[in-house]
């Protein structure tokens, strides 16, 4: 298992933002990830226009997670409606 940062971005719609949220922790939890750490960033301005939104709800979550699921989580993470970007970013130890 390796660690990674995950970052999400979510729309500001209160019950958007929650129900995205619990579906990312319920995909995490399902494909085998460990949630390490969650820390909400905050509301902040996106560099560029997505989804018609200029400005989003930032989460980082650090995980570990074995690198084949990466692939799986990253198509299952596209269906999420609820969610407007998302990255993950290899922890180097």
Known sequence: MRQYELTVIFPLEED?????????????NTHGAEIEKTDEVGDRDLAYEIKKRRRGRYVLFTVKLAPEKLGILDRVFKLNANLLKYLFVKIEA
């Open 16 to 28: 958007q933002y929650k129900a995205g949220r619990e579906q990312v922790v319920a995909d995490l």
